[in-house]
């Protein structure tokens, strides 16, 4: 339970907790999911409205939530404070659609940092304490050999302790028209949704278990260690790589969505403006010829931030110059890329910039 130094800290303390109860009143008023925490209590609920007026007020608590967390920080940064941080953090929010909107639920994972030194220390703690006991010997056997893996790891190198059992709930919602998915977080202390337009019944939940989508842990090497909670280790700078590899996935992704929509709307606007005319036909003919092209151009894209993963440069995000760069000879010479591609791609050369083909020449 929280403490208190002075008066006035504990006053701005309760009248958080007036706005923490109000905030779960409202949300509890118009619930249409919740999630349940480790004693069955529910948490990280999720309300719909339509009301202006709920609205209005949620914006009022949200924004004095917001008012008090920034002085609890302030507090703590002055050791001051007792108040854990999970009690205000991570502050609500308000989500308004005028679109679909779809609550995810999947398995989660806590994590935790630890530093090459004290892990180091963790295994001469226990190598001390069970080194004299012969039944130990092939345990203490295994633990010298760990240890000796982070002995020679860089000083100061950083490993993420990651443990199942947990699950994350999602707001995915679309912006507007044309435009791909958002995803939003909800926190233990839940959030609103606001729509003029939707229903409960519109708003669906999906459970995705582990084998719906690839983690990118999957690509990580795990490491062994025997002197740590149970979890699955990794070094830090693996995950940050795979985290830029990643982002640079997520933008091809989303230029290949946009591409697909252009696309699509074009073939529909022609259809329209040639039907019934001499030109129908061709169009038709052209259109089926291109779109396996365009669809390779597209697949292609995901070979080559593989290509981008081999050199491990995530900076460069414009596709143009991800096909600049990454694209054999052979490739784009049959003329799939636009004059864009062409021209960025003599502008790397004339900067002196390594083509993909340049330090991985193919085989011939």
Excluded at 37 to 52: E, I, K, N, W
Excluded at 212 to 224: L, V
Aim: hydrophobic share 35%; proline share 3%; with cysteine.
């Amino acid at each position: 339970m929280a403490t208190f130094t002075d008066k006035k800290f504990e006053e701005m303390y309760q009248g958080f907790r007036n706005v923490h109860a109000e905030w779960e009143t409202l949300v509890s008023e118009c619930v249409i999911f919740s999630d349940v925490d480790t004693r069955a209590l529910p948490f990280r609920s999720v309300g719909l409205t339509s009301d202006p007026a709920v609205l209005e007020k949620a914006e009022h608590l949200v924004s004095e939530w917001r008012r008090f967390a920034t002085a609890f920080d302030k507090q703590g940064q002055g050791s001051k404070s007792t108040i854990l941080k999970e009690t205000y953090m991570p502050v609500p929010y308000i989500l308004k659609v005028k679109h679909e909107v779809e609550i995810l639920r999947r398995g989660a994972m806590t994590s935790f940092v630890h530093p090459r030194e004290s892990i180091l220390t963790r295994y001469d703690s226990t190598i001390a304490k069970f080194g004299k006991m012969k039944a130990a010997a092939s345990f203490i056997k295994l633990l010298k050999k760990e240890r000796d893996f982070f002995e020679a790891e860089p000083e100061g190198t950083l490993y993420r302790l990651r443990s199942s059992g947990f699950t994350e709930i999602t707001l995915v919602h679309t912006p507007a028209a044309d435009i791909a998915p958002e995803r939003s977080l909800v926190g233990a202390h839940g959030a609103l949704i606001f729509s003029t337009s939707l229903t409960k019944d519109d708003v669906q939940l999906r459970d995705i278990t582990g084998g719906d989508q690839k983690s990118m842990y999957d690509r990580i090497t795990r490491i062994e260690c025997s002197v740590l909670e149970q979890g699955d280790l990794y070094r830090v700078s693996d995950i940050e790589f795979e985290r830029k590899y990643r982002e640079v996935y997520r933008s091809v992704q989303r230029n290949d969505t946009s591409m697909r929509i252009n696309w699509e709307k074009r073939e529909r606007e022609m259809r329209v403006k040639y039907r019934g005319t001499e030109k129908y036909n061709k169009f038709i003919s052209d259109n089926n010829a291109t779109r396996p092209i365009r669809q390779w151009v597209l697949d292609h894209d995901y070979i080559l931030i593989e290509r981008m993963r081999d050199i491990g440069e995530f900076e460069t995000k414009s596709v143009v110059d991800i096909r600049a760069r990454y694209l054999y000879d052979d490739e784009i010479k049959d003329g799939h890329y636009s004059s864009k591609v062409l021209t960025r791609r003599q502008e790397m050369i004339d900067q002196g910039i390594k083509l993909y083909q340049d330090l991985y020449p193919k085989s011939k």
